[in-house]
């Protein structure tokens, strides 16, 4: 039994290794369909289009205050906006079903500087193909959907950014 266990342990850590280091890359999309165009409120008032971006790439983060993976990510989406701010990309986080009060508690304690939308109808999320929270998008500067990931990331993976930066 214990000579199993000795031969399977590395196995089953080399797959999980296998399976964290696939959860960072993102999911392309083929038939790069045009993104749902959406007029949302920042947490100043200020309404914002998809259209707003249009000339450069955008990440979509959909996420809520509420969900475990979404908090997670956010600390390492911020690092990614601090590379990416000045490379020509835009970002762009929409909370799902939440108000004003909640975000911004949330933001008390993780800030960050990259745009954040309230998406309080989930009018959104329900327009665009969103399987759970966290789900972002990358958008190219046509504003056509060309990589997707589901389930949290680190999003300042220098793989990941790269993949982000090659659609300039």
Not at 52 to 57: I, L, M, Q, S, W
Not at 72 to 101: C, H, K, Y
Request: a negative charge.
């Amino acid at each position: 039994m214990r000579g199993s266990i000795r031969v399977l342990a590395p196995v089953v850590l080399l797959l999980l290794s296998t399976m964290v280091a696939a959860e960072q890359s993102l999911t392309a999309i083929q038939a790069k369909p045009p993104a749902d165009d959406f007029a949302l409120i920042d947490l100043q008032g200020k309404i914002h289009r998809l259209e707003d971006f249009r000339g450069k790439p955008l990440i979509v983060n959909f996420w809520a205050t509420w969900c475990p993976p979404c908090r997670r990510e956010m600390p390492s989406m911020e690092r990614a906006w601090q590379q990416l701010q000045t490379q020509g990309v835009a970002m762009v986080a929409i909370d799902v079903g939440e108000d004003e009060a909640a975000v911004a508690g949330f933001l008390e304690q993780t800030p960050v500087s990259f745009l954040m939308l309230l998406d309080k109808d989930s009018s959104v999320v329900q327009s665009w193909p969103v399987l759970g929270l966290p789900t972002t998008f990358v958008v190219d500067a046509q504003g056509r959907f060309v990589y997707k990931a589901v389930g949290g990331r680190e999003w300042d993976d220098p793989a990941l950014l790269q993949q982000v930066l090659d659609l300039r």
